[in-house]
């Protein structure tokens, strides 16, 4: 499963490709200051859950599993509205690609995107994708040194820099443009759980040792990992902080060059289209992205773009089904357990209990559930929303707005799991607590000025 997370991931970067310019064009650099923080923020909840994964050897679902309450409730609290985050992601992600191919090819923006939908469905829940993947990854990187190029060639000098690090807010601030941006800078709220999931996938730590039998796993890793005899206290320990520390430096260099890509295309909004007065919005919001790079590159410029646009968003799709159809696999799995164990029976048990008996394939292994979630959540839904909708500006606003709204509760959730649940000499230290703790209700507060927003009793 490839990292749709952090920046460190070349597809993952034109997914945010988008909103950069947008809050640039409208408040050019007078935003600095929040990006800058909510870098530091990612690093540190990043490291936090690869930090369990690299400990535990399961992934942070596992952990919130044992949280005290009513059973499985952290899980179902991530669960429910990443379904709805999931389909309307992949929505917004397709509808761009559609507003690149609409711009060239004949037919309607809308048709492009439902034709990316299933055409990338088919690749995911099939697994025949990694030629794509790999050609999308090359493609994102050419857009990414495209536009930090471009960048350097129109950067502005340091003055309006310097005045965007100061903190300071916008007289007329549209929470609707802000908040979607803060809550996808560099990885929305399940690219926090996911960059575990990487770590982990990479080697990190030994890798997961998921309860539940791993059917994707390869037998020879299987059998490599139940020949592993136990090693003493002091030799995991001192293992695990190995890791621990390889992790915090891969993870820093993630979110550093997301940091640069994202920086270069707030100069080119602040640049090139604030002073146009274009905002990217609307269905031709492609066509409106083009304008950062045909200015410096000409019609060449613009139409390496659109392609990269439709090549490197096709493989963020890809991604990102993956990663969302894995995740929403281990969470079933998870919410089940007591009652596959017990013998008992919940709706979601009763449902896939009938779709066991129905379909030729075993619903209760992992590979099963993420193809079937691949094909329903992240195929069938967006279809449905790029039917409703047709402003992919829209749909990603919202995605990023429910992803900013999660965030508080994913955050603090993992630290109080990593302060409660591992050994003393593993657990976060003082500094990472507090910023983990601040990161939290830095993203909350957001959430409560957008709703206030909405329900009307704020102006700006």
């Not at 820099?161 to 399940?190: F, H, N, R």
Request: glycine share 10%; net charge neutral; proline share 6%.
């Amino acid at each position: 499963m490839a990292p749709a997370c952090c920046g460190c991931s070349p597809p993952s970067a034109p997914v945010r490709s988008s909103l950069p310019p947008r809050v640039a064009s409208a408040y050019e650099y007078q935003l600095l200051w929040i990006l800058l923080i909510v870098v530091l923020f990612m690093w540190v909840m990043i490291r936090e859950m690869a930090r369990y994964s690299i400990v535990t050897g399961q992934t942070m679902l596992e952990g919130m599993h044992t949280l005290s309450g009513p059973r499985n409730w952290a899980v179902w609290v991530i669960f429910v509205p990443q379904l709805l985050a999931a389909a309307i992601g992949i929505a917004g992600l397709a509808a761009v690609v559609g507003s690149a191919l609409g711009e060239f090819l004949p037919g309607t923006n809308t048709l492009y995107a439902m034709a990316m939908v299933v055409a990338s469905t088919l690749f995911t829940a099939t697994g025949r994708y990694s030629l794509i993947e790999t050609f999308s990854r090359v493609m994102a990187l050419a857009l990414m040194v495209m536009a930090i190029v471009t960048a350097m060639i129109v950067f502005p000098g340091l003055a309006p820099i310097a005045q965007g690090l100061a903190p300071g807010w916008p007289d007329d601030p549209d929470l609707y443009v802000i908040l979607p941006w803060v809550g996808t800078i560099l990885a929305g709220s399940m690219g926090i759980v996911w960059f575990g999931y990487w770590t982990a996938t990479r080697g990190f730590g030994g890798g997961l040792q998921s309860r539940e039998p791993d059917d994707e796993q390869p037998d020879d890793s299987r059998r490599e990992m139940d020949r592993t005899a136990p090693k003493p206290h002091e030799t995991r320990v001192a293992h695990a902080r190995g890791w621990i520390r390889t992790m915090t430096v891969t993870a820093a260099l993630g979110v550093l060059g997301g940091l640069v890509v994202i920086f270069s295309f707030l100069v080119l909004g602040a640049e090139l289209l604030a002073p146009e007065g274009i905002m990217p919005e609307g269905p031709e919001v492609a066509v409106d992205l083009t304008n950062i790079f045909s200015d410096v590159w000409g019609e060449v410029g613009r139409y390496v773009l659109l392609v990269a646009i439709v090549i490197a968003l096709g493989g963020s799709i890809l991604a990102n089904q993956d990663g969302w159809g894995r995740s929403f696999a281990d969470m079933t799995l998870i919410v089940t357990r007591r009652h596959r164990e017990a013998g008992g029976s919940s709706l979601l048990l009763k449902s896939l209990n009938a779709l066991d008996r129905r379909l030729p394939w075993p619903m209760f292994e992992r590979r099963w559930l993420k193809r079937l979630y691949i094909v329903s959540v992240t195929g069938l839904m967006p279809l449905l929303i790029l039917l409703a909708f047709s402003d992919p500006v829209q749909v990603m606003s919202v995605s990023g707005i429910i992803a900013a709204a999660h965030t508080p509760f994913i955050a603090l959730a993992a630290l109080y799991v990593n302060r409660t649940r591992l050994p003393a000499e593993l657990r976060p230290g003082i500094a990472a607590s507090v910023t983990m703790t601040v990161a939290g209700f830095f993203y909350l507060g957001f959430a409560v000025l957008y709703l206030l927003n909405m329900a009307g009793l704020l102006n700006g």
